[in-house]
């Protein structure tokens, strides 16, 4: 099994330039989510997903869109890049049936110029 | 809302003891711990749940107060692999969302 698998893991964007941060699992999981990490700031939610079809905001949603259209798959679009969001990005995903542990890809390093 | 982790950093000499709190503003339901090594993905460490069960693989302990909604992870004689920045998330009523902590960042020296 190769797990939770993002691409690409280093990314530079020109402000307003748009791009999609792939996130791939083969783990049969229905919890997906996507998550920034910036310096003193941990890990936060951006959006998240319970299944094909469902999606809902996390924290800091502004800016980026996402959509589920299968089990395996949630992409994170960027709309018009801005240099906020440089930043480190995490896809997760976790089973259901319970409090199950999170497995999260490599990341996702993006530097908006 | 995130909750919030103390202390922001430590340093420690291999050996001692370390603790870290987690405090929530929302009742908790669950309490996730990671350890993130430098330019890594987090790793589970341990899930707490509501009611006192623990889950867990990794010889590290943790206690979860609901009514204070708060969680401390504890690591006792702290080895060089303990070193890392740890995160608490927190699990919603459904559990569905997992909202992550500010972070710690442990170092241990020899």
């Known amino acids: 099994n190769a797990g939770v698998t993002q691409t690409p893991k280093f990314q530079v964007l020109k402000t307003g330039q748009s791009m999609t941060l792939q996130c791939a699992q083969d783990?049969?999981?229905?919890?997906m989510s996507w998550y920034r990490q910036d310096p003193g700031m941990g890990l936060r939610l951006i959006h998240y997903?319970?299944?094909?079809?469902?999606?809902d905001q996390g924290e800091v949603p502004n800016g980026y869109n996402v959509s589920r259209s299968t089990t395996e798959d949630f992409p994170l679009r960027l709309l018009s890049a801005a240099p906020s969001q440089t930043s480190v990005y995490f896809c997760?995903?976790?089973?259901?049936?319970?409090?199950?542990?999170?497995?999260f890809g490599q990341g996702t390093r993006l530097t908006v110029v | 809302q995130q909750p919030v982790q103390s202390p922001q950093a430590v340093i420690l000499r291999e050996g001692e003891d370390a603790v870290i709190n987690c405090s929530s503003s929302?009742?908790?339901?669950?309490v996730h711990w990671y350890r993130q090594k430098h330019g890594e993905a987090p790793v589970f460490l341990m899930i707490?749940?509501?009611?006192?069960e623990q889950k867990g693989h990794e010889k590290i302990s943790a206690s979860f107060n609901e009514k204070k909604q708060q969680s401390s992870l504890y690591l006792t004689a702290s080895q060089l692999s303990y070193s890392g920045t740890y995160f608490c998330?927190?699990?919603?009523?459904?559990?569905?969302?997992?909202?992550f902590g500010t972070g710690t960042r442990l170092t241990i020296i020899p």
């Open positions: 997760a995903s976790r089973r259901t049936g319970g409090v199950t542990e999170a497995f």
């Open positions: 783990m049969n999981h229905e919890y």
């Open positions: 997903s319970v299944g094909a079809g469902i999606t």
């Open positions: 929302k009742a908790l339901y669950s």
């Open positions: 707490l749940l509501k009611g006192g």
């Open positions: 998330g927190t699990g919603n009523f459904g559990n569905e969302k997992l909202t």
